[in-house]
Nanobody, 122 residues
Framework: QVQLVESGGGLVQAGGSLRLSCAAS????????MGWYRQAPGKQRELVAT???????TYSDSVKGRFTISRDNAKRTVYLQMNNLKPEDTAVYYC????????????????WGQGTQVTVSS
């Protein structure tokens, strides 16, 4: 299994920036997808951004142009740089790691971090 530890959340004014980090430990397969999801009060958890082990990146439309996901494989860490934050970005942000034994297979492991709160004041 994979253990994920997030950091970097907090309170920021609208227009400000935050950087989230997520460090992974445990069984790391070479084919994996790391990503960030968020859940606001009363809403379902939604995808924010993902990055594959081959550095293919996906963003939700709501964060395109404002958020940047990146990863440091040597440190087993994924980052989410969040700029021009808006009050609607307020949520608990969760790190996710999906590991695959082969391309196109179902995830062998699907792990979640404990979540970190991001609050954007207007």
């Amino acid at each position: 299994q994979v253990q994920l530890v997030e950091s970097g959340g907090g309170l920021v004014q609208a227009g400000g920036s935050l950087r989230l980090s997520c460090a992974a430990s445990g069984i790391i397969l070479s084919i994996n997808i790391m990503g960030w999801y968020r859940q606001a009060p009363g809403k379902q958890r939604e995808l924010v951004a993902t990055i594959t082990s081959g550095s293919r990146i996906t963003y939700s439309d709501s964060v395109k142009g404002r958020f940047t996901i990146s990863r440091d494989n040597a440190k087993r860490t994924v980052y989410l740089q969040m700029n021009n934050l808006k009050p609607e970005d307020t949520a608990v942000y969760y790190c996710n790691h999906k590991a695959f034994t082969s391309v196109g297979s179902s995830p062998r492991y699907d792990s979640w971090g404990q979540g970190t709160q991001v609050t954007v004041s207007s």
